[in-house]
């Protein structure tokens, strides 16, 4: 019967306090936004991440670690320290476990933009997310040498389409002086938009980007030895262009099962040292060398949380004192010391849930606003989606936390009416 | 109830706050009729305010019997005194009675969040508890709409009191208690205030409990009591003792 009337009273009484209780409030729902922000983009850059590379058993390269091999072949994060000889990569290929091999050039860019040399087999083969393959949006796949098909934000950052001309250049950068200028590629086709490092990626023909190198030479650019001492990547295919080299393979198996002996037959490849990954495993170790800067943050984020909370509980406790008149009104009126206390845990509880309403709402306002942002910026595409059982779970932490916090006001309170009664002291 | 019945009844009454602590409160026998208007009075700390804990059943006696509307209230639970303290008594403090946050009219049906009892009374005297609640405030000449829409705080001194006065009456409890509740009023305006407040007692009948130290008051009430003829405890203990 009485509920009611304290709930009302919690909340009135709230609203006569409404400074106080609005601090309360954003305190407890920036803690919230700020703990479930980091989780969704934990948890979206996992996945994202994870999404990226699908169908492949293992990722080869010239030696290296794991990481750092799947961090330049598949994400274009760095850049290779070595390319592998192209007979190797022949070699390999004609393993009679491969099902199909896809090799990657890398090195050049297209204004910031990362250039992949690779054949069609890239087209047929490559998978993200869970089994989808690239899709052209427009235009169509590689015609000749000179065709470039370009990632869904190349196109739409430089408003290319198909049919108009690129260079591209030599090197990561933005912007370079050695320009392949004298080669132009063509736009053939645009591909719809991944959610990965492809949307991000320039991919041309490795004829074409031989093409490109040889006519470099040809314009007497560049003693062989030179490109070496220089670092350029594509020293290889210049030394030797037939059989020419690449920087890394991505491989598929026919059977999965022969992943592990395959691994070990690559990384004891006799003719150059070579490393060969699962992009599962690799990821994971990603996973670790970034987990204890989840943990970090996560950790920080629950400090927030308690010192939201704790905030609450210092503007319900000093309101106490000043309170003990009105509980004795209260009480007078027909109030037990259980509704005194439930007043108390009352507010407690809609000021914590009015925080974590308002929290998760900033949450999805700022996930929408920052959408485009994240995406452009980070490569990072954060869905929309409801929040998860694990994110159910923190919230319910949260809400239990804040109950927990409002015991404490709310027992002083019942202690203290149980022994003032209904004597008004001032 | 028979009118003969008395509301309250005390017999060997004792008091103390602990088992061990001295007796505040002794009282003999102390009996109160229907519709009496007792005017209590006695000096400060001699235990009066202690003594209507009792009647409400904020605290309970150590020894005797207390009967409140023939229920031995002493008798019962915490949680049934407090359903019991909903349902029969209306309270008027001596100050700051209202609760900040609540309109006037919010703070007169206060009780009948708490007293399904009174709510009924008060729906059946004015059609909803929020109309009965203007009703008494208009008998107690609190109804302008100008004082309705301000916020407790403020008004004055004397215009908290009645609206005390009218959360105290709303619901028709047999037994209202005031304690004190003039002694922030001038002379003209305590006058008004026990004015209004004896002509809505009479109307339902109800016994009026009323504690002042300040004796000018008694020869309106129907019966006094000296407090400190009634409690076996000499006062300076009292005083010395209370908490």
Redesign the interface.
Known sequence: ??Q??IL??AV??L??RKFTAALTVLSIALAVLLLLGVERIRHESRESFAATISGTDLIVGARSSPVHLLLYSVFHIGNATNNLRWDSYRAIAAQPEVAWTIPLSLGDSHRGYRVLATTPDYFDHFRFARDRRLVLAQGKGFGDERDAILGADVADALKYRPGDPIVIAHGAGDVSFSLHEHHPFKVAGILARTGTPVDRTVHVSLAGLDAVHENTDQGGAADPLAAVVRGDRHAGAMLASTPRAITAFLVGLKSRSSALSMQRRVNEFSAEPLSAVLPGVALQEVWEITGAVEKTLFAVSGLVVIVGLAGMLVALLTSLSERR??MA???????????VFALILGEAAFLTAAGIILGVAALYIGLLAGQPWLESRLGLFIALSWPSVYEVGLIVVVAAAGLLIGLIPAYRIYRYSLAD????R? | MPIQAPVIELSNVRFSWAAASPVVVDIETLRVANAERIFLHGPSGSGKSTLLGLLAGVVTPREGTLRVLGRDVGALGGAARDRFRADHIGFIFQMFNLIPYLSVVENVCLPCGFSARRRSHATLAGGTVEAEAVRLLDHLEMADADVLRRPVTDLSVGQQQRVAAARALIGAPELVIADEPTSALDADRRSIFLDLLFRECARDRTTLIFVSHDASLSPRFDREIPFAQINRVPSPAVAENAR
């Open positions: 019967m009485s009611p009337v009302a009273l009135k009484s609203r006569n008149r009105e009104i209260l009480r007078s009126v027909g109030a037990r010391p259980v509704h009664g209904m004597t008004l001032i």
